[in-house]
């Protein structure tokens, strides 16, 4: 009897595993699974007497004590222990893809990598998590998902120590020790440490904007672009929630602002396990542990982990202040800083203390007034220990300790008057925190710190 075979001309896989339900379309595979249960290992070593499932695997070992690797490449001399491996590395010389989609035409050099890619086509997610049931297409992103449940981060950063649970992300956390940029532009030769860096300067060079806007003349590359810029002046918004009839001028946008009834966050970081509502936040997010910064100053180099941190930092340099007070005509590098001032028309004060009732227009205001209650004084002195309620203050007070400061950072070239001090710098390029809090487990790199984070725990035993 032939095997019957699915759309895409595959065998279908009729031998299930009891055990996971994991199904396979040869018996002989399927016993080969099996063994993971019973723990069955048939295949013996001589040498070491280690056990294996499968007599491939068995083989592959064996080369490790011979260190036989006969099968050699003759583009770039690399050497390998099987004549199949070979073969599959000279593709990437001769570019090479014999394995061909038959659904949409693509064309991959590896078996494997072709099956892997057919699953976008039907949909099969054989790989499921047993702690949520989340399935996955590749084992591979199965295994990086369940560190978010195990919390287990085995990629750690021989520089400052610092451990991540993709490998991926290790890679780019590295360029930050290294100054690494492998990414070109094409055009100008600028180098970037990540690939979406590149993509968005070499937006720079695309000078073609044939889409221009009857309104305000403003170009664009895409026709879709220009109709979502063109809402802007027309505020065409036929997008409306049902909640609380906003209305919107693109439908992702509802999406976006619907969550906010709903409390969805679907994009958790896998390092952490903060969610997020939208994916663009999580990119921002997981920078925080990378230490990426992809935004630079082309006046001045300063880096930054945001594109709007970069225009703001910019128009310090232009001198530009784009947001203008109706009321008086004075302009402002920042809508926040506006806001702020628009209330000196208004006479608004939103912010009010719970303590004592007393108003402010900014909520900044209402942050150093509360000290006053609770004591609280977060800014302290890196060179004696005293800590103030205000920042300001805190500058005024390191100019008393204006010296001479023979201890040197070497990573940043900050100077300091005590070794000590030096040694409590160091932990923020280190990500050092030795004084934990045995309430939480929180950790911090300084002792006032810590000191500091008692209170919250003191205050909720009130």
């Given at each position: 009897m032939e095997p019957s075979v699915n759309s895409l001309g595959r065998t279908k896989k009729q031998f299930k595993c009891m055990e996971c339900g994991m199904c396979f379309s040869h018996?002989?595979?399927l016993r080969t699974h099996q063994r993971i249960h019973i723990e069955e290992k048939p295949f013996k070593c001589t040498d070491y007497r280690k056990s294996f499932k499968e007599n491939g695997t068995l083989r592959k070992h064996q080369g490790t004590h011979t260190g036989g690797k006969p099968f050699e490449c003759t583009e770039c001399g690399k050497c390998f222990s099987r004549s199949g491996h070979l073969r599959i590395h000279q593709r990437t010389h001769t570019e090479e893809k014999p394995f061909k989609c038959i659904e949409c035409g693509n064309c991959f050099s590896q078996n494997g990598n072709l099956r892997i890619h057919q699953r976008t086509h039907t949909g099969e997610k054989p790989f499921e998590c047993t702690e949520c049931g989340k399935s996955f297409s590749q084992y591979a992103t199965l295994r990086i998902h369940q560190r978010t449940h195990t919390g287990e981060k085995p990629f750690a950063c021989i520089e400052c120590g610092k451990s991540f649970s993709q490998y991926a992300t290790l890679r780019i956390h590295q360029r930050t020790h290294t100054g690494e940029k492998p990414f070109a532009c094409i055009e100008c030769g600028k180098s970037f440490s990540e690939s979406g860096a590149l993509r968005r300067h070499l937006q720079t060079h695309i000078e073609e904007k044939p889409f221009k806007c009857i309104a305000c003349g403003k170009g664009f590359c895409r026709s879709g672009t220009l109709r979502r810029h063109q809402r802007t002046h027309t505020e065409e918004k036929q997008f409306?929630?049902?909640?609380?009839?906003?209305?919107?001028?693109?439908?992702?946008?509802?999406?976006?602002?619907?969550?906010?009834?709903t409390g969805e966050k679907p994009f958790?970081?896998?390092?952490c396990g903060n969610s997020f509502s939208q994916s663009g936040a999580l990119r921002i997010h997981q920078r925080t542990h990378t230490g990426e910064k992809p935004f630079e100053c082309t006046q001045c180099g300063k880096c930054f982990s945001r594109s709007g941190n970069l225009r703001r930092h910019q128009r310090t340099h232009t001198g530009e202040k784009p947001f203008a007070c109706i009321e008086c005509g004075n302009s402002f590098s920042q809508n926040r800083y506006l806001r702020i001032h628009q209330r000196t028309h208004t006479g608004g004060k939103p912010f009010k203390c719970v303590e004592c009732g007393k108003s402010f227009s900014d909520s900044?205001?209402?942050?150093?007034?509360?000290?006053?209650?609770?004591?609280?004084?977060?800014?302290?002195?890196?060179?004696?220990?005293?800590?103030?309620?205000?920042?300001v203050i805190l500058r005024r007070h390191l100019q008393t300790h204006i010296e001479e400061k023979p201890f040197k950072c070497i990573e940043c070239?900050?100077?300091?008057?005590?070794?000590?001090?030096?040694?409590i710098h160091q932990r923020t390029h280190t990500g050092e925190k030795p004084f934990k809090c045995t309430e939480c487990g929180k950790s911090f790199n300084r002792k006032d710190k810590l000191t500091l984070h008692w209170q919250t725990h003191t205050a909720e035993k009130l």
């Open positions: 018996s002989g595979r409306k929630c049902i909640e609380c009839g906003k209305s919107f001028g693109r439908s992702e946008h509802l999406r976006i602002h619907q969550q906010t009834h958790k970081c896998i390092e900044g205001h209402l942050r150093r007034h509360q000290r006053t209650h609770t004591g609280e004084k977060p800014f302290a002195c890196i060179e004696c220990g005293k800590s103030f309620s205000q920042n070239g900050k100077s300091f008057s005590k070794s000590g001090h030096l040694r």
